[in-house]
């Protein structure tokens, strides 16, 4: 069996799909993107197919350390989101070559399905204590917010309680049992992070998300011996590599790696396997498309540390389009209280809607992230 040609498809809202065709008929589906980037992430999907083409769709390893290591210069988010995409496709070819699930080509799956949480407030988050108790009676166990608009690296003690404020209802409205993802969103720098952090832990989160940044290791070091609350990030991290010495830090809790930012299937299996040997949860992100989802879900099958997944079913960025509207098996993503079933169909588990992915690769998307400024005029962390 041999690769012989592929297509990229730029569609809403702000996703890429790639279709990877063999001369077998088989055909696998994988999402490179990075949101805001969908356009720089398809040429180097064209760059790096150039290798593929004619190769055995089947040495997923070795197709992998080509794209990885045959560049000179590696890593970051335009060339992992690449690869990214393009090993889910390859690992869809090979789970219907087979006509298997991914997972059981990893070795078989641990769980039967996945805890899922839904997310709420939008990017400002607002009505957030309505949207916990909507999602609540529609079943879920979690949900997780944006905790703050932007901050300044001091800012006002008003912004913090009105932090405090939301979430307080938050956990009023949806009681004790329910789980509460707060996300930093790398927006609050260290000086307020503290503190933020500290008024917090009263509402007992599930986890504090990119409480800084993550290249700002040192300070989350700082934060983690303030609180008991975890503390999740990955989602900006892009291989092995960049999670090796988050890992071996003993500051985080849980890790976030994205399958369509961190090297795809191949790599977060690896990076989350890891973590576990660091006794690290994982809960992968994911505000993305189907194919990201089913690739995110194929993986949580096989690792015991995996506990949570994100998923974007009417997240705040889906306005014209959402994860259903692209495949004709919709029942794959029924949400039962709280949980997702393991897709179980051959190769990724989703059947993609060719003629709706082609309608809409028409209109496409320019979508870009929201940039936000200080009221002094500075560029703000959106």
């Not at 012989?4 to 996703?15: A, G, K, S, T």
């Not at 009505?127 to 108790?133: G, I, P, R, Y």
Request: glycine fraction near 8%; charged fraction near 25%.
């Amino acid at each position: 069996m041999k690769i012989i040609d592929y297509e990229l498809f730029q569609v809403p809202p702000r996703w890429l799909f790639l279709k990877i065709t063999t001369d077998e008929g088989i055909v696998g589906w994988g999402e490179p993107v990075i949101e805001g980037k969908a356009s720089t992430v398809k040429a180097a999907v064209e760059e790096l197919m150039q290798q593929l083409i004619n190769k055995n769709p089947l040495n997923i390893e070795d197709h992998w350390n080509l794209m990885y290591r045959s560049g000179f210069y590696r890593g970051g988010p335009i060339l992992m989101s690449a690869i990214s995409g393009i090993d889910q496709a390859l690992w869809d070819i090979k789970g219907k070559y087979y006509n298997a699930p991914v997972y059981e080509l990893m070795g078989g799956a641990c769980r039967h399905s996945m805890k899922v949480y839904s997310w709420i407030g939008g990017d400002r988050p607002q009505d957030t204590s309505e949207a916990a108790k909507n999602a609540l009676d529609n079943g879920f166990e979690a949900i997780k917010m944006n905790a703050t608009e932007e901050l300044q690296y001091i800012d006002s003690y008003d912004k913090i309680d009105s932090v405090v404020e939301r979430v307080a209802g938050i956990r009023s409205a949806v009681g004790n049992n329910f789980g509460i993802g707060i996300d930093f969103h790398g927006r609050v720098h260290r000086p307020m992070a503290k503190v933020l952090a500290k008024e917090l832990e009263q509402f007992k989160p599930m986890f504090i998300e990119e409480p800084v940044l993550s290249e700002n290791l040192e300070a989350v070091r700082e934060i983690s011996q303030t609180t008991t609350i975890p503390i999740a990030l990955g989602e900006r991290l892009f291989s092995r590599w960049d999670f090796k010495p988050v890992l071996e830090s003993g500051y985080v809790d849980i890790i976030q790696p994205d399958l369509s930012h961190a090297g795809g299937i191949t790599e977060c299996k690896k990076i989350i396997s890891m973590a576990e040997a660091y006794d690290v949860g994982a809960a992968p992100h994911c505000p993305l498309g189907p194919i990201a989802l089913a690739s995110c879900l194929q993986v949580d099958a096989t690792c015991h540390n995996a506990f949570i997944q994100e998923q974007s079913l009417g997240i705040h960025y889906n306005k014209e389009s959402d994860i259903l509207d692209y495949i004709t098996n919709k029942e794959v993503f029924e949400f039962d209280n709280g949980y997702v079933k393991i897709p179980n169909g051959p190769g990724l588990g989703v059947e993609i809607d060719e003629e709706k992915v082609r309608e809409m690769s028409v209109v496409g998307h320019d979508w870009h992230n929201p940039i936000w400024r200080h009221k002094d005029g500075s560029i703000a962390e959106w």
